[in-house]
């Protein structure tokens, strides 16, 4: 589940950079266009002082020229017969220039004219782009906002089912640590028990060993100091002291038995000890971790503000 969650989250984080840089793109998008207007603006506006410049001296250019022709248009008049060629061929070169600059003026003032409308159709353009672009935004917007209403009800209600089930896990770890807790002490009764037990066995191996020696000891007093006792006691003492024998042995292969079982069960409760404590660092490692990723779960839901986002796209 935890992986799931992590695995959610990525996700989620993915959408917000991938929402965070297309809104970055649309603003670098804006601000090119908004500085290729300002270029287009301030090129029509060179157009156009351009243009006035040129029709301004155009205007004052074909004055002059027409007046220079009626001037000499009134001389040729008035003396007919003064430089009459020249004033001909000085009326024709005039009359060929003004016709040249008039017709070059407006082959200028046209193009001028042409690429002002063009410039003017362009960022009408730019301005329709610049408005669907916009509206796509806005749009965009508003399915980021529904999907991200919709991303947190879905981490309101994982981060609801993580708090149930780290309360569980800490009711779980509890009862681990009481049956912890609980098996320590029944190990350590039972070792104090079985410390007991071979306590009083070897108590009772050495009141047996010393009960064999003194019976050692009295038979021999008894075969030195009289040898004439009948073959029957000897006998009856032999089988008694076989039996004792006998009934040692048996005990002290009762005392191994008891031993080696008394160090089963030690070795027994010593791993189910070792195993309950590893259970118990691993369960309080995962709880941890768990507390840890709901922190980090809680601070990246608190800390990332798509109104932020949303106010710098615009913006």
């Given at each position: 589940?935890?992986?799931?969650?992590?695995?959610?989250?990525?996700?989620?984080?993915?959408?917000?950079?991938?929402?965070?840089?297309?809104?970055?793109?649309?603003?670098?998008?804006?601000?090119?266009?908004?500085?290729?207007?300002?270029?287009?603006?301030?090129?029509?506006?060179?157009?156009?002082?351009?243009?006035?410049?040129?029709?301004?001296?155009?205007?004052?250019?074909?004055?002059?020229?027409?007046?220079?022709?009626?001037?000499?248009?009134?001389?040729?008049?008035?003396?007919?017969?003064?430089?009459?060629?020249?004033?001909?061929?000085?009326?024709?070169?005039?009359?060929?220039?003004?016709?040249?600059?008039?017709?070059?003026?407006?082959?200028?003032?046209?193009?001028?004219?042409?690429?002002?409308?063009?410039?003017?159709?362009?960022?009408?353009?730019?301005?329709?782009?610049?408005?669907?672009?916009?509206?796509?935004?806005?749009?965009?917007?508003?399915?980021?906002?529904?999907?991200?209403?919709?991303?947190?009800?879905?981490?309101?209600?994982?981060?609801?089912?993580?708090?149930?089930?780290?309360?569980?896990?800490?009711?779980?770890?509890?009862?681990?640590?009481?049956?912890?807790?609980?098996?320590?002490?029944?190990?350590?009764?039972?070792?104090?028990?079985?410390?007991?037990?071979?306590?009083?066995?070897?108590?009772?191996?050495?009141?047996?060993?010393l009960n064999i020696n003194s019976l050692k000891q009295q038979i021999e007093n008894t075969?030195?100091?009289?040898?004439?006792?009948?073959?029957?006691?000897?006998?009856?003492?032999?089988?008694?002291?076989?039996?004792?024998?006998?009934?040692?042995?048996?005990?002290?292969?009762?005392?191994?038995?008891?031993?080696?079982?008394?160090?089963?069960?030690?070795?027994?409760?010593?791993?189910?000890?070792?195993?309950?404590?590893?259970?118990?660092?691993?369960?309080?490692?995962?709880?941890?971790?768990?507390?840890?990723?709901?922190?980090?779960l809680v601070r990246a839901s608190k800390g990332f503000s798509f109104d932020n986002v949303?106010?710098?796209?615009?913006?």
């Amino acid at each position: 589940m935890q992986y799931g969650n992590m695995i959610s989250m990525n996700e989620f984080f993915d959408d917000c950079k991938s929402f965070a840089s297309l809104f970055s793109d649309c603003l670098d998008l804006f601000d090119c266009i908004g500085e290729r207007m300002i270029t287009l603006e301030k090129e029509n506006s060179t157009y156009r002082q351009i243009i006035l410049q040129m029709k301004h001296l155009y205007t004052e250019e074909v004055t002059r020229l027409r007046s220079d022709l009626q001037e000499i248009k009134q001389q040729a008049i008035l003396f007919p017969n003064l430089h009459m060629d020249e004033s001909l061929h000085l009326f024709h070169v005039w009359d060929f220039t003004t016709k040249t600059f008039e017709h070059t003026s407006r082959t200028l003032l046209n193009n001028s004219w042409k690429a002002n409308v063009d410039l003017t159709n362009k960022i009408k353009l730019y301005e329709k782009d610049i408005g669907r672009l916009k509206k796509e935004l806005s749009e965009s917007s508003n399915t980021r906002n529904d999907e991200r209403e919709t991303i947190e009800r879905e981490l309101g209600k994982k981060c609801k089912d993580n708090e149930e089930k780290i309360t569980q896990l800490r009711l779980e770890l509890a009862v681990l640590e009481n049956e912890n807790q609980t098996l320590q002490k029944s190990s350590k009764a039972s070792e104090q028990e079985l410390q007991s037990k071979v306590k009083n066995l070897l108590q009772i191996n050495s009141l047996n060993s010393l009960n064999i020696n003194s019976l050692k000891q009295q038979i021999e007093n008894t075969l030195d100091y009289s040898c004439v006792e009948s073959t029957s006691k000897a006998s009856k003492e032999a089988i008694l002291l076989q039996e004792m024998i006998k009934s040692a042995n048996e005990f002290r292969e009762e005392f191994s038995r008891l031993l080696e079982e008394s160090k089963e069960n030690t070795m027994t409760l010593e791993k189910r000890v070792e195993h309950l404590t590893r259970e118990n660092v691993d369960l309080q490692g995962s709880v941890k971790n768990t507390l840890r990723l709901y922190s980090l779960l809680v601070r990246a839901s608190k800390g990332f503000s798509f109104d932020n986002v949303k106010t710098n796209a615009l913006e």
